[in-house]
C-alpha cells in the first residue's frame, strides 16, 4: 500500500531564509506527486505537480520541488520565504493506471510552514 | 478557482441523527470525491465518484454512504452520526483522475 511520510510538522523559518519541506512516498509503482497548500480556514490549493517528464518542477510562487525515484521522495523548496507563504502544506501521491486512473490521493500528515519577520 | 460549492459550510449536529452534505461543480469533472481532514492525519479519502452512479469507497468509508445521480452533484451522507465523524470534509474533483481541485469545506461538529 502506498504512504506519505512529511518529516516535519512544523518548520519555523525567518522571512527571505530559505526552506525546504521534506516529503517521502512508500510505493512499489510509478506515481503521481502533488504538493498542495492549505492557508487558514481555506481549502487547498494545488501547488505544484509531478506526472511525468522532467523531474523538476515549478510553480508560479517561486516554490519548486524535485522528483527522486530511487530517494522516493519530493522534497518542496523556495529560496526565499516571505510571510505570505505561512500556511500548511501537505504533499500527496496517486497511482496511475492509464485510462483507468481514478486520482485517488494519499496525504502526508502536513507541515505547517511559520514564516516569522 | 475550480467550480465547486460546497453546502452547508458549517453544521452542528447530534448524535444519532441523519446528516447530508452537498458538493456541487460546474466544470463537468468525470470524478469526485469526499475527503475528511483531522488533525494529525492529512486528509483521508471517504469515497469516490468516477461517473454517474458509479462510486467506491476509499480509506474510511464506514459510517458513510454517497449517491450521485447528476454529473454535477455528489451527496455524502452520516446514516447516524456520531461524535468521531466531527471533522471537517472537503470534496475535490479531476477531470482525468490526475490533479484535484478541492472546494472550501464543510466544518461538521457532533455533540
Known amino acids: 500500500a502506498q504512504s506519505v511520510t512529511q518529516l516535519d510538522s512544523q518548520v519555523p523559518v525567518f522571512e527571505e531564509a530559505p526552506v525546504e519541506l521534506r516529503c517521502n512516498y512508500s510505493?512499489?509503482?510509478?506515481?503521481?506527486l502533488f504538493w498542495y497548500v492549505q492557508y487558514p480556514n481555506q481549502g487547498l490549493q494545488l501547488l505544484l505537480k509531478y506526472l511525468s517528464g522532467s523531474t523538476l518542477v515549478e510553480s508560479i510562487n517561486g516554490f519548486e520541488a524535485e522528483f527522486n525515484k530511487s530517494q522516493t521522495s519530493f522534497h518542496l523548496r523556495k529560496p526565499s520565504v516571505h510571510i505570505s507563504d505561512t500556511a500548511e502544506y501537505f504533499c500527496?501521491?496517486?497511482?496511475?493506471?492509464?485510462?483507468?486512473?481514478?486520482?485517488?490521493?494519499?496525504f502526508g500528515q502536513g507541515t505547517t510552514l511559520q514564516v516569522k519577520p | 478557482d475550480a467550480g465547486i460549492t460546497q453546502s452547508p459550510r458549517h453544521k452542528v449536529t447530534e448524535t444519532g441523527t441523519p446528516v447530508t452534505l452537498r458538493c456541487h461543480q460546474t466544470?463537468?469533472?468525470?470524478?469526485m470525491y469526499w475527503y475528511r481532514q483531522d488533525p494529525g492525519h492529512g486528509l483521508r479519502l471517504i469515497h469516490y465518484s468516477y461517473g454517474v452512479k458509479d462510486t467506491d469507497k476509499g480509506e474510511v468509508s464506514d459510517g458513510y454512504s454517497v449517491s450521485r445521480s447528476k454529473t454535477e452533484d455528489f451527496l455524502l451522507t452520516l446514516e447516524s452520526a456520531t461524535s468521531s465523524q466531527t471533522s471537517v470534509y472537503f470534496c475535490?474533483?479531476?477531470?482525468?483522475?490526475?490533479?484535484?481541485?478541492f472546494g472550501q469545506g464543510t466544518r461538521l461538529t457532533v455533540v
Open positions: 500527496a501521491v496517486s497511482q496511475p493506471h492509464g485510462s483507468s486512473n481514478t486520482g485517488k490521493l494519499i
Open positions: 510505493s512499489s509503482v510509478s506515481v503521481y
Open positions: 475535490a474533483i479531476s477531470e482525468r483522475g490526475t490533479e484535484a481541485f
Open positions: 466544470e463537468n469533472h468525470r470524478y
